[in-house]
């Protein structure tokens, strides 16, 4: 059976796949004329960011699985595969560790003025450091999660291991799930009013888009990091960049853009009380590993075995009802 690989991923996914027997198909190239000609005997399709709608999926005759290398699945066509009943798995137990971390690095960063400390010091300011701005602490702050699944989860973990007082809003989670997690359930616009910072960890959709705008960053403290690293659009750009030019919330983290990558002359980067990262925050080298062998397993269990499968990683698992 033929495997597709779409984008570079870890050897160590596809020494798996390959001791497994599958005939292994690298491309590079996304336009939609290569894929078309690349995919049409493909069983399996592992992807990273390349965008598979129904033009392309159409065309693939053989498919029977799409394994995201990750968990967002915005640029494949869901609705497509349901109704050829295709599956679409993502690697559910990868990258939660990986996303987390990185929120707290943005989270300290920030708060501690990193790079206006190490700026002084290198230019020989040492004894300037009464010039710095204020920096501050995590300890006993008040974090709002936004979304309390695997990555909500592992943060709020983690920032109770700061001694922070913990608040979710996920209306799909239910409350004593959330407080035997030690953390706070709370209302959106409560926790808007109280929180020092913010962390999204959501999906975007038609509910989610723009769900941080000019109304919302009317109610937010002044002294507010506001970190997103879910996906781009639910904050909305002009509003963010507006609020830290105006000094009205303290800084902000973005690991993702509504426009990836963001346009060469963008807004944020003149301002210097925002961290930018380029989508990045779950490719730690133990993370991509993680992911290649997940997605790897995905596709190869799911054609060949599917008893050692694991199932919560199918999407549409309900579409399917193998
Ligand atoms: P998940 O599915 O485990 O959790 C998402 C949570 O959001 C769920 O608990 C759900 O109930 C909640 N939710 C959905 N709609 C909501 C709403 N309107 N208000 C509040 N909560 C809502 O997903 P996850 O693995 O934790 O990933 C979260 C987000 O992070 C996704 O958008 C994903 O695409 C993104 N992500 C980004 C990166 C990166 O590289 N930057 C890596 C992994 C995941």
Do not use: W
């Not at 301002?271 to 989508?279: A, E, F, G, R, S």
């Amino acid at each position: 059976m033929k495997i597709a690989i779409l984008g570079e991923i870890h050897n160590d996914g596809i020494d798996f796949l390959i001791s497994e027997n599958f005939e292994i198909v690298s491309i590079n190239n996304y336009e939609k004329s290569n894929l078309i000609s690349n995919l049409s005997e493909i069983d399996g399709i592992i992807i990273r960011t390349a965008n598979l709608n129904a033009d392309i999926l159409s065309k693939c005759n053989e498919l029977k699985i799409v394994a995201r290398h990750g968990v967002g699945y915005d640029n494949v066509d869901l609705k497509y595969l349901n109704e050829k009943k295709i599956a679409l798995a993502i690697t559910g137990q990868s990258n939660a560790v990986s996303v987390a971390e990185h929120v707290i690095t943005m989270m300290l960063v920030l708060s501690k003025n990193i790079f206006a400390s190490d700026s002084l010091t290198r230019a020989n300011g040492f004894d300037k450091k009464g010039s710095l701005p204020d920096f501050f602490e995590l300890y006993q702050k008040k974090i709002l999660i936004l979304g309390f699944g695997r990555i909500g989860k592992a943060l709020a973990k983690r920032c109770l291991g700061f001694d922070m007082e913990v608040n979710v809003y996920d209306p799909f989670v239910n409350n004593e799930s959330i407080i035997s997690n030690n953390c706070k359930p709370v209302e959106l616009i409560e926790g808007f009013k109280i929180a020092d910072y913010i962390s999204i960890h959501l999906p975007l959709n038609d509910s989610t888009k723009n769900l941080i705008s000019y109304n919302e960053f009317s109610m937010f403290k002044k002294n507010l990091i506001l970190i997103n690293t879910a996906r781009g659009g639910i904050v909305n750009e002009n509003a963010l960049y507006e609020a830290l030019f105006n000094k009205n919330i303290f800084a902000a983290g973005l690991d993702v853009f509504e426009k990836e990558p963001p346009s060469e002359n963008s807004k944020f980067f003149t301002l210097n009380n925002i961290l930018l990262t380029p989508h990045n925050s779950a490719l730690t080298i133990e993370c991509r590993k993680r992911m290649s062998i997940e997605s790897c397993k995905n596709v190869a269990f799911f054609l060949k075995n599917k008893s050692d499968l694991n199932k919560s990683n199918i999407i549409n698992f309900n579409e399917l009802k193998f």
